[in-house]
């Protein structure tokens, strides 16, 4: 007999609650700091210089293997085929394989571009497939006895229009415990990446900044690295509330006696995606043009990717 599902809930939701209150934490010192800010204020001393900007991280190297998820109109697959930055020009397309949930009729209906994207794609050498569950790769026999050093998701949503924030949230969350799940053995094996190896943490919820050098870790590679996970969100509310870095790391236990383990796993980095340093890159929404296709997804802040590799 299956176990209810209200302890995966009860943790889900336990979750969100202590999140609530970090962020409602947050956002008070940081409204603290904005009012030491202003003119007047005490001990305002002398204003300090500023940061040098943060080189743009490329998160791919040019002998990578990509597994892309969720594709929609497929343009990120099309900007690492045509728009990518300069380290990737010698990628191989053949290493390429970008997928939708949609069957091909939903995607073309949804996207009116993606006819045309996907067949400059195939032309090109990439692979191109359609019906592809996040949550279920090891279903799809294309997929079968394959491993990648990418998995890549950008702007997963589950897309059920649900009004209500708190269960809204809670699909999501299952989403992506599903699609970890599924991921994980799809990726290719090996040693952590010197990228997690040579920093050490300086955050509790081991987030860190954008690190683009790679350099190091390009050149001392001798031994073959396992395959990581790319997950790019909004960094604002109300994914935020998701808790993605929490629910990789401290995934909760399954609820049914069918439902395999969550595997944990460790954050290697995180940091801001550009969108406009992936040319040709258009986000769309999952319900397509039928909504107009380029609806809102936050107002503010940034988009993070967040990079996971499994524990041992």
Known sequence: MAKSKKPLKAALQSQQSRLKMKQKASQATQAAELMSKKPGAKGKGKAKESAPPHRRTVPFRATDKILLIGEGNFSFARALVSGAPAE?????????????????????????????IVQGLRAAGVEVLFGVDATQLGKVPALKG????????????AGKGITDQDRNILANQLLILGFLRSAAGFLTTGSIPETFNARKRKRPDD??????????????????????????????????QWDVPRL????????LNSTPEN??????????????????YEHRMTKGERAHG?????????????????KD
């Open 88 to 116: 990737l020009e010698h990628l191989p397309l053949k290493n390429i394989t970008a997928t939708a949930y949609d069957t091909e009729q939903e995607c073309f209906e949804k996207y009116p571009e993606a006819p045309e």
């Open 146 to 157: 394959r491993r990648w050093d990418k998995i890549v998701w950008n702007f997963p949503h």
């Open 207 to 240: 987030e860190e900044e954008d690190n683009a050098d790679d350099s190091d870790r390009a050149d001392n590679q001798v031994a073959a690295e396992r395959g990581s996970i790319l997950i790019t969100l909004r960094n604002v509310v109300p994914y935020t």
């Open 248 to 255: 990789a790391k401290n995934p909760p236990a399954p609820t």
């Open 263 to 280: 595997p944990p796993y460790v954050l290697l980095r995180s940091f801001v995606f550009h969108r406009t340093m992936w040319k040709g």
């Open 294 to 310: 380029m609806g809102k997804t936050g107002e503010g802040g940034e988009d993070r990717t967040w990079e996971f590799v499994l």
